[in-house]
């Protein structure tokens, strides 16, 4: 947890395990260690899906007081992700936003935007420019 970053953080949420560890080692080579990075993927067991708590996990390691810019892959993370942000509680919860992009284009785009200094409404933003 750093919670004092400068930069927004970045939580990749995916049913596999290995797409969120792709994904995220992807972000890391593109912009380093200057953004707040975590991901969890996978159910609690280990096989395909989500849980809240270990989303809520991935939060805090990527905690940053800029924000956390939350990207998921189906439906079920996205539910998932809303219960770990209302696990969160408030005034946290109200700096971690879902963004509705791609998983691994969107957090990369992000993550490179956040690693410019930007506030979380422009790196979601930035994020949600790659929607149809």
């Known amino acids: 947890m750093n919670p004092k970053s400068a930069n927004v953080g970045i939580v990749i949420v995916s049913h596999s395990p290995l797409v969120a560890e792709g ?34 996990a991935a939060i805090e390691r990527a905690w940053s007081d800029a924000g956390v810019a939350v990207f998921v892959d189906l439906g079920g993370a996205e539910t998932n992700s809303e219960m770990a ?43 949600e420019e790659l929607s149809p």
């Open 85 to 127: 942000i209302e696990m969160l509680g408030e005034p946290r919860s109200g700096r971690v936003i879902i963004c509705d992009a791609p998983l691994v284009e969107g957090a990369v785009m992000a993550a490179a935007e956040a690693s410019g200094g930007a506030v979380l409404a422009r790196v979601v933003a930035t994020a």
């Open 23 to 56: 994904a995220a080692d992807m972000v890391r080579q593109m912009v380093g260690d200057c953004v707040p990075l975590a991901w969890s993927g996978g159910n609690a067991e280990g096989g395909l899906g989500t849980h809240a708590a270990g989303i809520l």
